[in-house]
């Protein structure tokens, strides 16, 4: 997000400007300190009394004789014009953002199989997907699909696929087809290509490996839920799924970055703890030890609020976990980041594509008949089930957040679909925890 968001009206001279503090800054005491925190930029700082005192009750610019300070907090959105609607202008970039047919990069979420090796008890696809696997015609449909998006348009500078399953690393073979044309057409077009992988790690042999790399890839996400005894009853496997789990999340990181996601329902978070014990000794003095980061996600259940109480007390767990041991960078990670709308799903610039070729709006409504949008053959039907996510509304509570831009009231499709929402009061605590946790590992 630019931190030029507030600014992007105003083409006057900032010499001589009247100014207000952000309504997205907010102030913490941690320690005896204080401390400004930006929530639009990410800006965050430990402030003595005369500058809190100063960015409180400045009018005019002018009013700071340090000129590097006075850009320094225009740049970080601490200051911005006295007429600005911020909340306006934040909603306009977001909707310019949704509504934009030019994007300058596009992504695709393709799933090339809904088979998998695990068992997860939680997994969003059980009971939903069967075991249909994409079939070359199809991937050579989809191909077409991107290749036609590719060639036509005019402002597209970068692509990217997210490849997805089940487990999709059981069709290296049709995610290799797909990359193969794909890249010939980025290159001769002079687009930028790249992928990711969500996998569970199992099958990530150094062959495997290469071949992704081969198609350009760039990150992988592997979840684990535990040390082995739990990991392996959470996914229903056996422990040399786990171990090859391990295994395959220390080959990839020699290469790329690897996001370990822990899934959480509370009652695991030590057994987590462990897991990241395991692979941090593993990989300690490797090149896979800068490349590997780890963060903590809830296991989600139907009708459970956006940020649940329970979720902030195991974070916190994690948290002071990554304070004792100094891990900095994956302390900034956990902090959410700003973002104009509350998905990319609600834009122009992202599509799910399942293994049949049909178009989804949300990875959850994958293999869901109903909720398609369009498919690689016809493309978009711009119906209903398309309209309903650009509704991307703003609750009226929300207009004077300070945390609003990291927060961004959570998952829209659990909004729509289930009608529930975020728990201000625990996403308010878990930003607060994370703020503390990055104050005592910087000191």
């Known amino acids: ?43 965050f700082s430990e402030i003595d009394t005369k500058s809190e ?81 994409m079939s070359s015609e199809t991937a050579e449909k989809v191909a077409d699909y991107i290749e036609h998006q590719v060639k036509n348009a005019t402002h597209l500078k970068e692509i990217k696929i997210t490849w997805f399953g089940g487990e999709p690393l059981l069709m290296v073979h049709t995610i290799s087809a797909i990359s193969e044309r ?53 996914k229903q496997c056996s422990p040399s799924y786990f171990h090859s789990s391990i295994e395959g999340i220390l080959l990839a990181a020699e290469h790329i970055r ?39 996600a809830c296991i989600d259940s139907p009708g459970q609020t956006i940020v649940p109480a329970w979720f902030v007390e195991a974070h916190k767990i994690f948290i002071n976990y990554l304070i004792q041991n100094s891990m900095k960078q994956d302390l900034i990670f956990a902090l959410p980041k700003a973002r104009y709308t509350s998905c990319g799903a609600v834009t122009n610039s992202f599509e799910f594509i399942g293994v049949d070729g049909k178009i989804v709006k949300c990875e959850h409504y994958l293999g ?28 009226e509570k929300c207009n ?10 959570g998952c829209l499709e659990k909004r729509l679909d289930e009608g529930v929402s975020v728990n201000c009061k625990a996403f308010h605590q878990n930003v607060e925890n994370i703020l503390h946790g990055i104050v005592s590992v910087m000191k």
Request: glycine share 6%; hydrophobic share 40%; net charge neutral.
């Open 1 to 43: 997000m630019s931190a030029h968001l507030l600014l992007f009206l105003y083409r006057g001279s900032t010499m001589d400007l009247n100014v207000k503090p952000s309504q997205f800054i907010s102030w913490w005491k941690f320690d005896g300190k204080v401390y400004l925190f930006c929530s639009r930029s990410g800006f």
């Open 53 to 133: 005192e100063l960015i409180k009750g400045v009018k005019n610019i002018r009013e700071i004789s340090d000129t590097a300070l006075a850009q320094l907090l225009l740049e970080k959105g601490v200051l911005v014009p006295a007429e600005m609607d911020e909340m306006g202008a934040f909603r306009y970039m977001a909707m310019a953002e949704q509504y934009t047919v030019t994007p300058a990069k596009l992504s695709f979420t393709v799933a090339v199989t809904e088979k998998c090796n695990y068992r997860c008890r939680y997994c969003f696809e059980v009971g939903k997907m069967s075991s249909r696997e």
């Open 182 to 234: 794909i890249i010939k057409v980025c290159d001769e077009c002079n687009i930028v290509f790249s992928c990711a992988i969500i996998t569970n790690g199992s099958l990530l042999s150094p062959s495997v490996i290469q071949k992704l790399l081969d198609c350009r890839l760039s990150f992988a996400q592997v979840t684990l839920d535990g040390d082995a005894d739990i990991s392996c009853h959470y």
């Open 258 to 296: 690897v996001n370990v996601r822990l899934n959480t329902d509370g009652k695991n978070i030590h057994s987590i703890l462990s897991v990241v014990d395991r692979i941090r000794k593993l990989a300690k003095g490797s090149i896979a030890e800068k490349n590997i980061h780890y963060y903590l």
């Open 368 to 395: 869901n008949v109903p909720k398609t949008v369009g498919t690689v053959e016809d493309g978009l039907y711009h119906n209903y089930e398309e309209s309903r996510f650009r509704d991307d509304y703003v609750n």
């Open 400 to 409: 004077d957040c300070a945390l609003f831009p990291i927060c961004r009231q």
